[in-house]
C-alpha cells in the first residue's frame, strides 16, 4: 500500500478494498465495515486537513481484533452468541482514530483470544497470508494477516501469551508489546486481566512506534494501566550489551529456527554488539505457570460462566481450557502468585547490566493440518519464549531475523524489563536496519557544551541516565564561553546578552524528568543548569556556570565550542 503521504485517505480506502476482494480471505474478518462509510470518512478526514488540522495519522488504515471494542460495531471475541455491540470504543483505538486513522473493521482470532495457533475459530482457521496451508499464529491472527496481506497499514492485537508477537513472526512483521498497562486495556474482553496487553502490528517498526506512542497512556478506565516512571530510560547504550539463550535453552527450536537464531546472533556481533550467553531456565519454568499453573483461573473469571452455557459456537479446545480452571483452588492460586513475585525478582537480576535479551520469537512454523493433530502439545511449543513475558512484567518488541528459515519468515524479540521499551525499540532498529524511533515522549531537553558531550569524559553520565541524542545544536549570539580549571577540564557558559557573545556549539539529549533531577542534586559546582536560548529560537535546559568563575577562567569564545578549543590546543 502507498505511504500515507503520497495518496489521499480517499484513495487509500479505495485500495483497501481492491485488495480485499484480490485476495479473498474472508476468513480474516468478523466484521468487515462497508466501503462507502468508510470513504465518506476519508472524505471528511480530507476536509479536515485541507483546513489545515494535525492529523498525524490520517489516512492510516487499522484492522482491530475482534475482542477489542470499536463502537457501533459487534464484539464476538471469536464466538458468535457471546457477541454484544459496542457502544464505546477502546481507548487505544480511540487514541489512533482521534489522530486520523479510519478502522476496516474486526478481525478474527483464536476464540476468547486462548491460544496461539489462529485456528481456534468458528469463523474459520486464519491461514497464513504468504503460505494458506500454514498457520498465521494467534490469537492476532486475523490482524497480523491483514497487515500481512497489505489490506491494512495498521492492526490492533492483544497478547497474554505471546499473541501480538508470535503472529507477527509467521509473517515477518513487526509486533509491539508494550510494559503492561502503557497502552491502556480499556474496552478488551479480558482473557487473564492482569496480564493482557493491547498490541499493534505494522510492516515496519517505524510505524509501529507510531502507533504504539500514540496510544500509550493512563487511562481512568482501565485500573490496571500506567504512566512512564519518572526515571524511564530514553536510550540504549551507544555500545550494547545483549544477552541471548545458552544453547540448552533452544533445544525446543527447529532445526531451521535454530539456524536462523544463530545467523541472526552473528549479524548483530557484525554490527559490534556485545552478546553474551545466559542461562534463561528460570524464565522458561516461570511460562508453564500461565497454563500450567493457576493463573488459568484468570480466564475463567474472564468468561468462566459464559462458557459454563455451553454455546454452541465454542470452540471445543477453549471450552476445555477455560472449563477446567474453574476447579482450581484459592490456595494454589495465592502460592502461584508468590512464585511468579520471586520469578519477577530473579528476571530482573539475570537482565541487570544488558540491553535487552534476544530471543527467537517462536519455535517453528506448523501447518494447519498439523495443528488439528495436536492441537495442545503444539500451541505449548509455540509459547515456548512468550508466554513468561506478561507474567513477569517484561515488554518486548519482535521483528524479523534473518530473512528465511527454510524459504519461511523467521522471527526474533527483544525483551526487556517494565518501561525499559525504548531500549527494545533501539535494539529492534539495529536488527531491522532502521532508524530508531522515539517510543518514550515523557522526556526534557537538555543541553550540553564540554565534559557531556560525546567522546568526552563525561558522557558516560549521560548513557548512565539512559539519555538520548537528539541532534547538534548551536546557542543565540549571546553567550560566551570560557576554560574553566577543573578536573576533568571542562568550559563554562555564561549568557551576557543579545550581540555581545557569539554562536557556541554543543548537543541536545533527551532526558527523563527523574534523570534531569539527579543529575542537578549531582552537579558539583561551579556547575549549573538553567535556561539556554538556541539559534533555532527554541529555548531549552542546559549547562552554564557561576559569573564569577566564568570571570576567572580564559575566554575562548572565538572557538565556537569545546570541541574546537580542545583540538586548537
Request: charged share 20%.
Amino acid at each position: 500500500m502507498p505511504a500515507p503521504d503520497t495518496v489521499t485517505p480517499t484513495a487509500r480506502v479505495a485500495a483497501a478494498y481492491a485488495r480485499i476482494a484480490e485476495v479473498d480471505r474472508p476468513e480474516v474478518w468478523i466484521t468487515l465495515r462497508p466501503q462507502d462509510e468508510l470513504h465518506t470518512e476519508a472524505a471528511e478526514l480530507e476536509r479536515r486537513l485541507d483546513a489545515g488540522e494535525d492529523l498525524p495519522l490520517a489516512g492510516l488504515l487499522v484492522a482491530v481484533k475482534d475482542n477489542v471494542d470499536v463502537a457501533g460495531l459487534p464484539t464476538t471475541a471469536a464466538c458468535p452468541e457471546f457477541g454484544y455491540p459496542a457502544t464505546e470504543t477502546a481507548a487505544a483505538v480511540q487514541r489512533l482514530v482521534s489522530a486520523g486513522a479510519l478502522v476496516l473493521g474486526k478481525t478474527n482470532l483464536d476464540q476468547f483470544a486462548t491460544g496461539l495457533v489462529g485456528t481456534r475459530s468458528p469463523y474459520g482457521a486464519v491461514r497464513n497470508a504468504a503460505h494458506p496451508e500454514l498457520i498465521s499464529g494467534g490469537s492476532s491472527s486475523g490482524s497480523a494477516v491483514a497487515v500481512a496481506l497489505g489490506i491494512a497499514d495498521l492492526a490492533i492485537g492483544t497478547d497474554t501469551a505471546g499473541s501480538g508477537r508470535v503472529p507477527a513472526a509467521l509473517h515477518g512483521i513487526v509486533g509491539i508489546k508494550a510494559s503492561l498497562g502503557v497502552i491502556p486495556a480499556h474496552g478488551v474482553v479480558p482473557a487473564c486481566a492482569d496480564y493482557d496487553a493491547v498490541t499493534v502490528f505494522a510492516g515496519d517498526l517505524d510505524l509501529a512506534v507510531t502507533a504504539a506512542r500514540t496510544m500509550a497512556g493512563p487511562e481512568p478506565r482501565d485500573p490496571r494501566s500506567r504512566a512512564w516512571p519518572a526515571d524511564v530510560r530514553l536510550a540504549a547504550s551507544t555500545r550494547p550489551k545483549v544477552a541471548i539463550p545458552r544453547p540448552d535453552d533452544l533445544t525446543p527450536l527447529s532445526t531451521a529456527y535454530r539456524a536462523a537464531f544463530t545467523e541472526t546472533v552473528a549479524a548483530l556481533r557484525d554490527q559490534g554488539v556485545a552478546v553474551h550467553e545466559i542461562d534463561i531456565s528460570a524464565l522458561l519454568d516461570a511460562a508453564r505457570l500461565l497454563y500450567d499453573g493457576a493463573i488459568v483461573a484468570e480466564r475463567y473469571a474472564a468468561v468462566g460462566e459464559f462458557v459454563d452455557k455451553g454455546a454452541p459456537g465454542l470452540d471445543p479446545t477453549v471450552a476445555g481450557i477455560i472449563g477446567a480452571a474453574k476447579e482450581l483452588d484459592a490456595h494454589a492460586f495465592a502460592t502461584d502468585l508468590d512464585t511468579l513475585a520471586r520469578a519477577r525478582a530473579a528476571a530482573t537480576a539475570l537482565l541487570a547490566g544488558y540491553d535487552g535479551l534476544l530471543l527467537p520469537t517462536t519455535t517453528e512454523h506448523p501447518s494447519i493440518a498439523e495443528v488439528a493433530a495436536e492441537p495442545l502439545a503444539i500451541n505449548r511449543r509455540l509459547g515456548t519464549y512468550t508466554n513468561f513475558c506478561n507474567l513477569l512484567d517484561l515488554a518486548a518488541v519482535a521483528v524479523p531475523g534473518t530473512p528465511t528459515a527454510d524459504g519461511l519468515p523467521f522471527g526474533v524479540m527483544v525483551v526487556v524489563p517494565a518501561f525499559a521499551d525504548q531500549l527494545a525499540v533501539d535494539l529492534a532498529a539495529r536488527l531491522t536496519g532502521a532508524e530508531p524511533p522515539l517510543f518514550v515522549e515523557n522526556a526534557v531537553p537538555l543541553a550540553v557544551f564540554g565534559a557531556h558531550l560525546r567522546g568526552q569524559p563525561l558522557h558516560w553520565q549521560l548513557e548512565q541516565l539512559g539519555a538520548r541524542f537528539a541532534g547538534e545544536i548551536t546557542t543565540s549570539d549571546a553567550y560566551r564561553l570560557t576554560a574553566l580549571d577543573t578536573t576533568p577540564a571542562k568550559p563554562g557558559l555564561v549568557r551576557h546578552g543579545a550581540g555581545l557573545g557569539a554562536p557556541i556549539s554543543g548537543e541536545l539529549f533527551l532526558v527523563s524528568p527523574g534523570g534531569l533531577g539527579r543529575f542537578l542534586a549531582e552537579l558539583p559546582p561551579p556547575m549549573a543548569l538553567t535556561s539556554i536560548d538556541l539559534a533555532d529560537g527554541r529555548s531549552v535546559v542546559g549547562f552554564a556556570c557561576s559569573y564569577d568563575a566564568a570571570v576567572a577562567a580564559s575566554d575562548i569564545t572565538e572557538y565556537g565550542g569545546w570541541v574546537a578549543y580542545l583540538r586548537a590546543q
